[in-house]
């Protein structure tokens, strides 16, 4: 079945760590996206990439990192200058397009502890 | 900027009766429009979209909206809700980007139906 993956499902962290989620989709989906969800604010556009090695800034870029060395993959790393990380991650993917649905991998829940 | 502003945070609704989630854009440009489903713990699944053509869009489980461009609205209904119909809703814009597309969400209504 095609779709998309996110690992882990849940994921604590200590004040000063760097952690990374994964994202991992078989739709042969060339655009690839981060949002992060925070309870009464919907979801917000952390990067997005159209292809392989470019990936952009969306609204809430400081304290994240990515990377697209494989068109299945984009993972988001959390850095220790995020100053709230506690979140619901979501990844999503559609095909490059000017109206393609985007596809919501199932998310990631991150705890800072 | 465009943004979407769903007006409701929460619905309560009781079983079989029926729904209406309103939600609200500015944009100066082309619309596309919508609506997102996420039960608890998990990713968002699309309900429904409108690109182009007829205004009443329908969707899966019995959903539908309406896109009016006068009033900037395209609200989601539903005649008759189930249980299985609890869960937090979300209305999106698309915008082009640099030759991507970016999707800005509402703040998402939560519907929560009693027996």
């Known amino acids: 079945d095609g779709g998309i993956t996110q690992s882990p499902k849940y994921l604590f962290r200590k004040e000063g760590q760097n952690v990374t989620l994964s994202c991992e989709q078989n739709?042969?989906?060339?655009?690839m996206y981060w949002y992060r969800q925070d309870p009464g604010q919907g979801l917000r556009l952390i990067y997005y990439?159209?292809?392989?090695?470019?990936?952009q800034k969306g609204d809430i870029a400081e304290g994240y990192s990515v990377s697209r060395e494989k068109k299945e993959s984009f993972p988001l790393t959390v850095t220790s200058a995020q100053k709230n990380p506690t979140a619901f991650y979501l990844c999503?993917?559609?095909?490059?397009?000017?109206?393609?649905?985007?596809?919501f991998g199932p998310g990631t829940r991150l705890t800072v502890l | 900027a465009q943004s979407v502003t769903q007006l409701d945070s929460q619905v309560p609704v009781f079983e079989e009766a029926p729904v209406e989630l309103r939600c609200n854009y500015s944009s100066s440009v082309s619309v596309y429009l919508f609506w997102y489903v996420q039960y608890p713990n998990q990713g968002l699944q699309l309900l429904l979209k409108y690109l182009s053509g007829s205004t009443l869009v329908k969707g899966i489980n019995g959903f539908e909206a309406e896109f009016n461009k006068s009033q900037t609205s395209f609200h989601l209904r539903k005649p008759s809700v189930h249980i299985s119909d609890t869960a937090e809703y979300f209305c999106?814009?698309?915008?082009?980007?640099?030759?991507?597309?970016?999707?800005?969400f509402g703040q998402g209504t939560r519907l929560t139906i009693n027996p």
């Open positions: 999106a814009v698309l915008i082009g980007i640099q030759g991507a597309q970016k999707l800005v």
């Open positions: 739709l042969n989906h060339d655009a």
């Open positions: 999503a993917s559609s095909v490059t397009g000017s109206t393609d649905t985007q596809y």
């Open positions: 990439s159209q292809i392989v090695n470019d990936f």
